[in-house]
């Protein structure tokens, strides 16, 4: 999913090329499918993301841009898509191959990862939606498994998908993690 604007990272670069320790997050999750077991790779952009379009190398879906669920509904329609499908935003710079492989090992139908917005805070990073699973405060880690299943939660602390960034200082902190801090 890479058709977000990134209008809190206040940048002149449309956000899944923005750069976190010199490489477009982007590329990053890119390489991380690719290191993974997901077998194809899709990215779903909108208008607001022509240049990731054409800076990209694997088969786009192009949606309205009215929004992460809208988007993701209209990208689900398409006919090269079939479930189960992965989806993963395009601001988890620290994201790996290992990492995504354990979403897909425990996923038995639709999954919604999610890390407890304490972790997040402690790691010095924002939160803007939060829900309560069994009492505790998480946040959206930005990587799924839609099957079409009832929904499945799976609380996860690790920093690969902790880190998401959506501003400024979180590409900072990011680049803090990248660097072993």
Do not use: H
Not at 145 to 154: F, L, M, N, T
């Amino acid at each position: 999913m890479c058709g977000g604007e990134g209008t809190r990272l206040a940048s002149d670069r449309e956000k899944p090329l923005f750069p976190v320790a010199g490489t477009p997050m982007v590329e990053r999750v890119r390489r991380a499918l690719s290191n993974s077991t997901v077998e194809r790779t899709f990215a779903v952009t909108s208008p607001a993301t022509s240049e990731t379009k054409a800076t990209l190398d694997c088969p786009t879906i192009e949606t309205p841009g009215e929004g992460y669920v809208a988007d993701l509904d209209r990208a689900l329609a398409d006919d090269r898509i079939t479930r189960p499908v992965v989806t993963v935003a395009a601001d988890l710079p620290l994201l790996d191959g290992e990492a995504v492989d354990a979403v897909v090992d425990v996923a038995s139908g639709s999954l919604t990862v999610a890390v407890p917005v304490g972790r997040k805070r402690a790691l010095g990073l924002s939160v803007d939606t939060q829900f309560r699973y069994r009492g505790v405060a998480v946040t959206p880690a930005g990587i799924n498994v839609v099957d079409g299943a009832d929904d499945e939660v799976a609380v996860r602390r690790e920093r690969q998908f902790a880190v998401n960034v959506n501003r400024r200082a979180d590409a900072r902190r990011a680049e803090w993690q990248l660097a072993g801090r």
